[in-house]
């Protein structure tokens, strides 16, 4: 583990667990629509199975309850149409979006027929690359398609409890090269420092990926909110984060002679790979029950428990039930993170935005960085080293840490309702559907 790796995630910690706090109370009032359009990402919160290492907020499929849902979700577009934002960007995440097709099929029909759209992401399973689904995804205008594999070796999946569902690495392998070419930029999530992994199963799975020849490779470390540790020990082992770094400089090594790091933690085959979200631009808009936005200097959640999100829409509003004004200096700590993970952060861009106050506010985070060697100051951007890649991995790795500790806080407020969605063949006396995620607090 290199020096600085603990110092640093001890600092981040306490940060981040600081930032995700939604002070400002109940909101039902729409964010300002931002002068351009923005990034628009639609949670499908269903899964046939659930993961057990899984942390974003999604409940088991259930044909008969999912229609009022993606109702609510295309009613709640139509709301930030109406008051006038427009979105460039797509994404569809979740959760599996492809586990009704039909539905994102209206999904993407209404975005693209309210605005000009230029890019649609869309994340799906190894199972759903069929040929069926593949035509349905290309036809809607889909041109970025990322597939959830984590590895190839079947021992891992087992533990991940996916090599039932999803097929062993070598169906996998077979469903990829059947969707190479049909999308333009296909990719695949990867994860990195599972228990019982060693660097032999990694540079299995390294040998697979370069064979294949994919797009692009999204490789996550595997991040566990501290509230998630016990359930992901029980069912997958324990996690040891000190040969972490060593996978990660095994992956860059790797890569580097076929790939280029879109961001710390993707690589891209060529320019003109469409990348993940969270770069590109300022403002996102999230609509779906767990989704977070960031609009106007501004962080919403809408309300993790469907039935009250359902509600929500259907009275007219959006889903947003949680709300935090960020500060300038916040806001520049947001950027620093979100540009840099991206490789550089541009001069003309921070002095258009923030003028010269933001070297001085952001002196010590700066100053902690290039001490540690994890920036360069060049003399149009600040940009990433090769030990800042793995430095910006830790530093969003917590990030999305505290993000799931946020979740698994939300979720804990309705856990009737999860399990009413979770064990459909025995609900609970009841059914017991809360309606709001503030019932505990
Ligand atoms: C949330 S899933 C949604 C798409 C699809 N259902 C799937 O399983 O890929 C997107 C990706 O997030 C990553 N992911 C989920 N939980 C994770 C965790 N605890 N640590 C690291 N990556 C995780 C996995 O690589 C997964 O493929
Ligand atoms: S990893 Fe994907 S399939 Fe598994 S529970 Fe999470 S969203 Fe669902």
């Known amino acids: 583990m290199p020096w600085f790796e603990k110092p640093l995630i001890a600092v981040l910690r306490r940060e981040y667990a600081a930032a995700m706090r939604f002070p400002d109370g109940v909101v039902r009032s729409l964010p300002e629509p931002p002068p351009n359009p923005c990034q628009l990402y639609v949670h499908v919160p269903f899964c046939e199975v659930l993961c057990p290492f899984c942390t ?29 934002f427009r979105f460039a960007d797509v994404y569809v995440g979740g959760g599996t979006p492809t586990v009704d097709m039909t539905e994102l099929r209206a999904i993407l029909e209404l975005v693209r027929g309210l605005s000009p759209v230029r890019t649609i992401s869309v994340e799906t399973n190894p199972d759903h690359l069929d ?23 079947d021992g891992l999946l087992r533990r991940m409890e996916r090599y039932e569902k999803y097929g062993s690495g070598a169906a996998i392998r077979e469903h990829l090269a059947l969707a190479q070419g049909r999308i333009a930029t296909l990719n695949v999530d990867m994860i990195f420092n599972l228990p019982g992994q060693t660097l032999a199963m990694l540079d299995r799975d ?38 972490r770094h060593r996978f990660y400089e095994r992956i860059v090594e790797r890569l580097q002679s076929r790939y280029q790091p879109a961001s710390a933690w993707c690589f891209s085959r060529g320019d003109g790979m469409i990348d993940e979200y969270i770069i590109d631009q300022e403002d996102y808009v999230g609509v779906g029950s767990g989704a977070f936005s960031f609009v106007g200097g501004a962080m919403y959640a809408t309300s993790f428990s469907l039935n009250h999100y359902c509600r929500l829409v259907e009275n007219g509003h959006t889903g947003i ?3 935090r004004a960020l500060g300038l200096r916040e806001r520049m700590r947001y950027d620093f993170l979100v540009r840099l993970f991206g490789g550089e952060l541009s001069r003309e ?39 800042g890649m793995y430095c910006w991995t830790l530093m969003m790795s917590e ?37 709001s995620n503030r019932v505990t607090k």
């Open 349 to 387: 861009n921070i002095e258009q935005r923030y003028g010269r106050s933001f070297w001085l506010y952001m002196a010590p985070e700066l100053a902690a960085m290039r001490l540690i060697g994890a920036t360069r100051h060049d003399r149009d951007a600040i940009r990433l080293t090769r030990r």
């Open 399 to 435: 990030f999305f840490n505290a993000v799931n500790a946020f979740r698994e806080q939300m979720r804990g407020n309705i856990r009737i309702e999860l399990e009413s969605w979770n064990t459909p063949a025995t609900p609970p006396p009841g059914t017991g559907e809360t309606d």
């Open 56 to 84: 974003f907020h999604r409940v088991r499929f259930c044909p008969t309850r999912a229609p009022r849902v993606f109702q609510a979700i295309r009613n709640e577009i139509r709301l930030y149409h109406a008051a006038g």
């Open 206 to 243: 390294l040998d697979e990926l370069l064979e294949l020849g994919v797009d692009q490779v999204s490789f996550y470390p595997l991040m566990i909110a501290p509230t998630a540790r016990r359930k992901v020990e029980r069912t997958m082992g324990a996690q040891d984060t000190a040969d």
């Open 321 to 323: 039930s949680e709300r």
């Open 131 to 153: 040929p069926g689904r593949l035509t349905v995804l290309r036809d809607c205008g889909v041109n970025r398609l990322s597939v959830g594999v984590q590895s190839f070796d």
